[in-house]
């Protein structure tokens, strides 16, 4: 009995390695095609998404909007990091088509540009238009593309004040205006400025022209003279002067990143 029972073991044991054989070979298989399935996944959303494109279209403002004629700093900044941060995105093109906007905005988006250059390739494609402070954000990419019909450049600050007193004047209206300091309602329509506050606002907007030309001076290595009159400029001629590296469309663009060392 005794020889019996040990038979009985020796062949439950034999069996019982053949089965976990059998589920290791078998686990290993499908992992194995899991893997493989999983690279092949990976590999298509590689090559078909390799490239983001990111649109900057409209006046371009410090919102959380993108679309209806504005570009907001907030949705093109986080866009830039997502991009810069994902392994799949091998680089990043902007598509500029905007007549620019506020300054404090642009300077928040080149942040962010900033931000994706020191991770991926930063390559800018204008359209009809790149002007002021879309061009502002355009001076920081790697490298820019345009139209020979492109219009840029304007690099400067612009401050429009409505006065509307006279015509409420002439209908008869009068407005009422408490305030806590002499200059509290310096920009409102319903009066003209004082030559106080003309020679005030000319000083911000100076300071805020400064920043940028001596942005895009640094950025870029063009004679600022050439630049300094805030005159808008098209493509071909902003490429001679040095404010733009190449003429293309979008698709040139998008086939630079990919030769982009």
Known sequence: MGWLAGEVDRINRKKMRRGWLKYFFLGGITALLLAAIVMAAVWTVSEEFSISVIRVEGTIVSANVNGNGYAGSEYIGREL????????????VLRVNSPGGSPAAAQEIIRDIEYAKER???????????????????????VIYANPDTMTGSIGTIWTIFDYSKSLEDEGVSVDVLKSGDKKDITSPYRGLTDDERVYLQELVNESSEIFIDDVVAQRGVERSIIE???????????SIGLVDEMGNLFDAINAVSAYP
């Open 81 to 92: 990091r997502a991009s810069a941060d994902d392994p799949l995105v091998e680089g990043i």
């Open 120 to 142: 991926k390739p930063v390559i800018v494609s204008m359209g009809d238009i790149a002007t002021s402070a879309a061009y502002h954000i355009s001076s920081h990419a790697d």
């Open 229 to 239: 009159d805030a005159r808008p400029i098209r493509g071909d001629y902003a490429q």
